[in-house]
């Protein structure tokens, strides 16, 4: 089966800019993850849904960032004004059910603010 | 403090020998273990999951926990040049988002 998509792979923008990135989960997955990664680190967590709530948002560094997930399956995440320091790669993960079940990445987005 | 640390590396061993990874994290809460395996410019995959003390098997990768000590490992048994990327360990406290270490990056040389 396909796994978690991501859209677009590689977003170039300027500095003040607003972006939307797009994740959609594993068919059947109810849980929907959020991570930043910078590098030579490890991801770090900005956001989780279950369903359409977002069950935990405590990882947004900032008020600039934002996701949602209407239908409870596809999720944006949303940065108004970037900065130079928003570059990264965005990872976006699903799982079965949130709890302990095992996540799934996404290839992800480079997000790239000049 | 980091929550998950690892050694960063460099761990570099001749292929068709044991690479041994290692993970301790701070949290006792932490319940359930994860380690990616994540090739440069891709993004991570899971390789092995742990929930309970002891040893868990896949094949040439094994997985050992003591929460005890609050340490987590990783054995690849016969390493082969493609094992060769960076390994991320992850734990969960109330099971739902992942906490990372920093990786460690392990080069097998043929």
Same mark, same amino acid.
């Given at each position: ?114 | ?14 292929? *068709? ?11 006792? *809460? ?28 896949? *094949? ?51």
């Amino acid at each position: 089966g396909a796994g978690v998509s991501q859209t677009p792979s590689n977003k170039v923008t300027e500095k003040g800019k607003y972006v939307e990135l797009r994740c959609d989960p594993i068919s059947g997955h109810t849980a929907l993850y959020w991570y930043r990664q910078s590098l030579g680190q490890g991801p770090e967590f900005l956001i989780y849904f279950q369903g359409t709530g977002a069950a935990d948002d405590s990882g947004l560094p900032n008020d600039r960032f934002f996701a949602v997930r209407p239908e409870g399956s596809v999720s944006t995440l949303k940065i108004q004004r970037t900065e130079r320091g928003d570059s990264a790669v965005y990872l976006c993960a699903s799982s079965f059910l949130a709890g302990y079940n095992e996540q799934f990445f996404g290839p992800g987005t480079r997000l790239t603010v000049l | 403090q980091k929550e998950v640390e690892q050694n960063s590396g460099p761990l570099s061993v001749p292929e *068709g020998a044991i690479a041994s990874l290692n993970c301790t994290y701070s949290d006792r *809460g932490s319940q359930s273990f994860f380690w990616y395996r994540q090739y440069s410019g891709k993004s991570p995959e899971l390789i092995m999951s742990i929930y309970s003390n002891g040893d868990k098997e896949d *094949g040439r990768f094994t997985a050992q926990l003591n929460k005890a000590s609050q340490y987590v490992s990783l054995l690849i048994r016969d390493s082969q040049p493609s094992d060769s990327a960076t390994y991320l360990c992850a734990v969960t406290q109330a099971g739902n988002m992942l906490t990372f270490g920093g990786g460690t990056r392990l080069m097998v040389k043929p």
